[in-house]
């Protein structure tokens, strides 16, 4: 039997694993069918939180990044009373999080597992099999793909561009929501700058044209969602991800275990996939390399261990983004009322606004 573990999926998830695990002592070989660099062409914009920053920077993934700080994150639902604001200062930490592409980011990854020394089999396919002789095979490539999964269509669609705007962001991220699903719109570049990452929500049917509008008619779109508050300027490419809630319930089975998108896939409220999926690869290196670590990190009692110790932060995640993604896109008056009611206790209550800050920063165990 082989000493590395196997991963199989070269994405940020698969390299960002392998790199925790290097970390911990414990050899692992990447395993990718696609060419290597291929996501460093992936094109979405990331929202990291200041835990997921830590994470990177303790597996050496994070200097060199061109990340936008967010400072603020004003939340607020179009056209109905209650909004709130979470600051940075108020937590003692430098950001609340940070905005960057996931180009960039898989950029850093692979420049770390070259240095780490760490093998990549590029344009290698395997499957469960091609695994056998490794003491664990961890499936960090592709989307939930398991009949047991919990599966959830929100019928929606994000589209995806960058946008700039007539006066500075000032590391100010906007969350809007509104009956046709939230809009985001996310800190890109420096203080100086007046650009913004935006993540628009639409129903699946209407994703085609809303990708298609010209730049004048997607920005009249955009206020007609967002506002003029803002005063957009002018709007680049757009792109368009389908919106859905995919989870597997057990992450771990006989020497294997799933993370990453092969774990779960979630509504992008909130941007909270990536940093769930961080906080996982942490725990698992952490846990295989733990005091009962006896040299087999494929071990049954470890990956029990593992899921465990996952399962409160996995579900109050999972839990708390579908929520979002179902209560706030409708505009029924008593819902619309409640959501108000809340953001309002939000904005009043500082220990309680401090709690949502440090879940969406830390997780639910808000290390």
Known sequence: MADAVAIVGGGPAGMALALALHRHGIAAEIFDARQRGAAKHDKRILALSF????????????????????????????????????????EGVA????????????????????????PYREQQKVGAS?????????????????????????????????????????????????????????????????????VLTCAAEHSPAVAALDDNSFLDLLRTRFGTRLGFTGAGPRVVYPLGLRYREQIVADRQVWIGNAAQTLHPVAGQGFNLALRDIWELA?????????????????????AAARRLDRRAVIGFTDTLARLF???????????????????????????????????????
């Open 286 to 306: 952490r846990t295989l390399s733990g005091p009962v670590y006896a040299g087999d990190p494929g071990d049954p009692a470890l990956l029990a261990r593992y």
């Open 130 to 198: 091609d695994t056998a002789n490794y003491p664990l095979t961890a499936w960090a490539e592709g989307a939930v793909d398991n009949p047991d999964a919990v599966v959830r269509d929100y019928g929606q669609h994000a589209v995806m561009c960058t946008v700039g705007a007539s006066q500075p962001h000032r590391h100010v991220a906007w969350e809007r929501f509104t009956p046709a699903g939230p809009v985001a719109l996310l800190p890109h570049g420096n203080h100086a700058g007046n650009d913004y990452a935006v």
């Open 329 to 367: 896109s409708n505009d029924i008056a008593p819902l619309a009322h409640a959501r108000g009611a809340g953001l309002l206790a939000l904005d009043l209550l500082p220990p309680l606004r401090s709690f949502v800050a440090r879940r969406m920063m830390f997780g639910a165990r808000a290390w």
């Open 51 to 90: 835990g997921a920053r830590k994470i990177l920077e303790r597996i050496g993934a994070w200097q060199g990044i061109p990340a936008t700080p967010i400072e603020t994150i004003h939340i607020s639902q179009h056209g109905r009373l209650g909004r709130t604001r979470m600051r940075a200062a108020e």
């Open 95 to 118: 950001a609340l999080g940070y905005v960057l592409t996931a180009s960039d980011l898989a950029a850093v990854l692979d420049q770390a597992v070259t240095a780490a020394g760490i």
